[in-house]
């Protein structure tokens, strides 16, 4: 069997990840904090632009917590991939090889 | 809306024909050696990047009908129809969590439907064939909603006394389908999805223009939805929510969030995926049409804030779904108007595609070769799965055409509620084999009874006595959304009836799948699945993720 801590991936990017998530979602759910008119943001009252600008706010949360969460760089070692990043150097009918 | 306005339909009749023509092309794109394999037919050969993946799920997840009904609900209630913003706010943060997790477990074993996964997790064709049961159940009656989309343009370009459009465009579509699988929607999704960015970002800009700005757009929808319901004998709406109607709002929003990935027609979409990262990037993108969304629903007090459409509506027999359609017609010089004919059209063209592959891949790999010709080989497969999908949309066209149009709308509703009762099983899978397979089935079915009892015991408002009038119900005190209600239950059975089980040493189902195939990271397009004794010894290797199984 696989060693129980294969991944090194370190428990405090995961949780910080967690964390960013779970803004967006207590965010959203957490209603009767936007349900109101003001404050208005132009003609916009406050329930209406506050759900709207999330949308932006969770695209850059879900991708700091991607970052977080994606396979750490390869060390020098594991280099097999000569250029790029982790996933640049695929052909693309998948040679990556090891 | 007697009258056909040529110049509109002219619009929509050819780009109708470029999206058949695209459809049927994709049969060559990136064409596999071997097209008669459920993995080229039924997920588009496994190979799309982050960019095609971001078009094909973006495509596949904002449906027509979403653009017709979430302004609708919006036109007749306000802000409660804003749930739909709530709910893609949730969503993608909380699929980022497990979807890629599914995806891995999916490509090294192979699996083409959720189903096949919990069939191969939990060793049992009980479990598995009711998560497919499920899938099949609720995707049907959203491919019907698709034509009901398709009806609300085709009534305001004046073709509403006649199905013929509507049957010509089916079998357009269910031909392109056969032909072609997940190519053809992935392709002609392109299109759709910038019909529809074009569309929503000049009626953004420009009808606010001529109803006097976003202010007076908002101070009249306002004054309407205080206008009193002589239904119900209170008002129709308002543009906050009332602070009753805060739980029924969150519980909608957390419940479809929670249920809108173990859809089918999701699930296909991110099974077709080349890599994990393309999973999780497009996670961070795809909130690029939820704004998108945000936006249409808006459209919903523009509509209200138009005269001509308030008596339009009312002339169609008080049918919100025309809000849009009659907002474009009024807004729009024709030929823009078809334009935004023809993005909600070809918006309908591309989910009911991919609706039918799914519902014909859970048909053909869980329920016609787990119970009758397990041998069946990949191109017996293939052939199964084509005709499914055609026989799928000709019962959606049927459903349609025959039936009353509540009843579809009726049908997606408890869709929603049922889809969500396979959350357990798949998600909880995912991480645990700790619950008991028999105990899954059994939490299964008492939600599923639970939550279908109650839709039907909701009464329409100011309509005692009918039924299914709302997917919202008093629940201990607080009215909240049934799915949401049932799945707590499900939950909870689950868990009393593993403690159980686990106390009478009730045997478990073998398990095929590994822990750290969760995480595997495999590169480029499958080719056979690999046993499971050779993952494991490979999960070994790095230090980070697990090498790629390749």
Not at chain 2, 238 to 244: F, K, N, Q, R, V
Not at chain 2, 521 to 545: F, H, I, K, L
Request: charged share 10%; proline share 7%; glycine share 10%.
């Amino acid at each position: 069997m696989a060693q129980p801590h294969h991944r090194t991936r370190s428990p405090l990017s995961a949780a910080i990840a967690t964390v960013l998530l779970l803004i967006s979602v207590v965010g959203a759910f957490w209603v009767p904090f936007y349900n109101r008119p003001t404050p208005k943001l132009g003609d916009f009252p406050f329930f209406y632009w506050y759900q709207l600008i999330w949308m932006p706010v969770t695209m850059v949360l879900c991708y700091l917590a991607f970052l977080l969460i994606r396979r750490p760089p390869e060390p020098a070692g594991a280099a097999a991939a000569p250029a790029g990043g982790p996933d640049a150097t695929l052909s693309p009918d998948g040679g990556e090889t090891k | 809306m007697t009258h056909i306005n040529w110049v509109s339909f002219t619009i929509v009749l050819v780009l109708f024909i470029v999206v058949t023509g695209v459809g049927f092309a994709a049969a060559r794109w990136r064409r596999a050696e071997d097209l008669m394999h459920l993995d080229e037919w039924g997920l588009g050969g496994r190979g799309f990047g982050t960019f095609i993946t971001w078009f094909l799920l973006g495509g596949d997840l904002y449906t027509a009908y979403t653009f017709i009904a979430v302004p609708a609900l919006v036109y007749g209630t306000g802000a409660g129809g804003f749930y739909a913003l709530s709910y893609t706010i949730m969503v993608f943060p909380i699929v980022l969590v497990f979807a890629p997790r599914l995806w891995s477990i999916a490509r090294v074993h192979g699996y083409i439907t959720p189903a096949d996964f919990v069939r191969g997790r939990y060793g049992s064709r009980g479990l598995s064939v009711a998560i497919a049961v499920t899938g099949i159940l609720a995707t049907m009656p959203y491919i019907a909603l698709q034509l009901v989309g398709i009806q609300a343009v085709l009534i305001v370009l004046g073709l509403g006394g006649n199905d013929v459009p509507l049957i010509i465009a089916f079998l357009v579509l269910a031909a392109y389908t056969l032909l072609a699988g997940l190519r053809a929607p992935a392709l002609i999704a392109f299109i759709k999805d910038t019909l529809v960015y074009v569309m929503v970002i000049v009626a953004i800009i420009y009808i606010p223009t001529r109803l006097g700005g976003w202010g007076h757009i908002f101070s009249t929808a306002g004054t309407h939805l205080k206008a009193t319901n002589p239904k119900t004998g209170k008002p129709f709406g308002s543009l906050y929510l009332s602070s009753a109607s805060e739980w029924a709002f969150a519980s909608l929003a957390l419940g479809s969030a929670l249920a809108l990935f173990m859809y089918p027609h999701a699930i296909t979409g991110l099974f077709a995926a080349k890599r994990r990262d393309v999973i999780r990037r497009n996670m961070s993108m795809l909130p690029l049409y939820s704004i998108v969304l945000g936006l249409i629903a808006l459209l919903g007090y523009m509509a209200l804030a138009t005269p001509a459409v308030r008596a339009g509506v009312k002339a169609g027999g008080s049918n919100a779904q025309l809000s849009v359609p009659l907002l474009f017609e009024n807004m729009f010089p024709s030929w823009f108007a078809g334009f935004g004919y023809a993005a909600i059209v070809i918006g309908a063209l591309v989910p009911a595609s991919i609706m039918s592959i799914a519902a014909a891949n859970l048909f053909t790999r869980n329920i016609y070769m787990d119970l009758f010709r397990r041998d069946a080989s990949p191109a017996h497969q293939t052939r199964v799965a084509q005709l499914i999908s055609f026989i799928v949309k000709a019962g959606a066209l049927v459903f349609v055409l025959a039936l009353p149009k509540t009843f579809s709308i009726n049908l997606q509703l408890l869709g929603g509620i049922w889809i969500l009762q396979t959350f357990p099983a798949i998600v909880a899978g995912l991480y645990t084999r700790w619950f008991h397979r028999w105990a899954l089935v059994i939490a299964w079915a008492a939600a599923m009874v639970y939550g279908t009892i109650q839709a039907w015991r909701t009464p329409a408002p100011g309509q005692p006595g009918s039924h299914f009038g709302a997917s919202t119900a008093p629940v201990f005190g607080h009215v909240i959304y049934i799915a949401i209600a049932a799945f707590v239950l499900n939950l909870a059975v689950a868990i009393i009836v593993t403690l159980i089980f686990r106390a009478l040493r009730v045997p478990d189902g073998p398990d095929e799948t590994q822990p750290q195939q969760y995480l595997a990271n495999p590169a480029g397009r499958p080719t056979m699945p690999v046993p499971a004794a050779a993952t494991a010894a490979a999960g070994t290797g790095t230090g980070a993720e697990p090498p790629p199984i390749s």
